[in-house]
């Protein structure tokens, strides 16, 4: 049964570049949330999707969006990318319940991240 | 808004000790609990979880943690350290109705000495 997967690893980009990054989510679960974690810092949350759509939003200016494909993979854009935005990106899945939004037990399952750097 | 705060970035015990790894958090109203385990080049794992059950809760690998309302208080313990227990441990919050969005503390690093 396979994980939460991520990729890239690592990728170093350039002040004002744009990049992408991608998850594939749990088998089993269809809910996808996105986290900042910075050096020696804890995560943060940038947002969640389900049902191919943004449901809860962190406070991150809208250079960060994303997009849930129907197979619910999920991507993460950060356009014009600025030093700050070096970080460890974690990509993490949950199953939602019934009833709309995922049942709020904590249980992240998450990947190994895609570690960004920005010279 | 919910907050967390972890005493001590770093925590250093001998193989065989105590570990303790306090988290104090803040909410408007009783919230959930989480301890999460990074090991290294790995992600986040869920370690414990409290949600207004039982105030004494138990996780994987011998750890538990005590929500205690009137310190606004969950540290985690262990009664005897092993050198695997050597990692990056998280404390989180999240308010009842949010969908497991999760609020972090900024993390404390154990590390466990022979």
């Known amino acids: 049964d396979a994980g939460v997967t991520q990729s890239p690893t690592h990728l170093i980009k350039t002040r004002g570049q744009q990049v992408t990054l991608r998850c594939s989510p749990k088998?089993?679960?269809?809910?996808v949330s996105w986290y900042q974690q910075a050096l020696g810092q804890g995560p943060q949350f940038i947002f969640q999707y389900y049902e191919e759509e943004e449901r809860q939003r962190g406070n991150f200016p809208d250079r960060f969006s994303g997009h849930q494909f129907p197979n619910y993979s999920s991507e993460l854009n950060v356009n014009a990318l600025l030093l700050g935005d070096s970080a460890l990106y974690l990509c993490a899945s949950s199953p939602r319940g019934t009833g709309g939004a995922p049942p709020n037990t904590g249980e992240l399952f998450f990947g190994e991240g895609s570690r960004l750097t920005v010279l | 808004a919910q907050s967390v705060t972890q005493l001590g970035s770093h925590v250093s015990v001998s193989e065989g000790a105590l570990v303790l790894l306090r988290c104090n958090y803040s909410?408007?109203?009783?919230?959930?609990l989480f301890w999460y385990v990074q090991y290294p080049n790995q992600g986040l794992q869920l370690l414990l979880k409290?949600?207004?059950?039982?105030?004494l809760v138990k996780g994987i690998n011998g750890f538990e943690a005590e929500f205690k309302k009137s310190e606004t208080s969950f540290h985690l313990t262990k009664p005897s350290a092993h050198m695997s227990d050597a990692a990056e441990y998280f404390c989180?919050?999240?308010?009842?109705?949010?969908?497991?969005?999760?609020?972090f503390g900024g993390g404390t690093r154990l590390m466990v000495k022979p």
């Open positions: 409290y949600t207004s059950a039982a105030t």
């Open positions: 989180a919050v999240s308010g009842r109705n949010a969908g497991n969005m999760l609020t």
């Open positions: 088998s089993g679960h269809d809910t």
């Open positions: 909410s408007s109203v009783p919230p959930y």
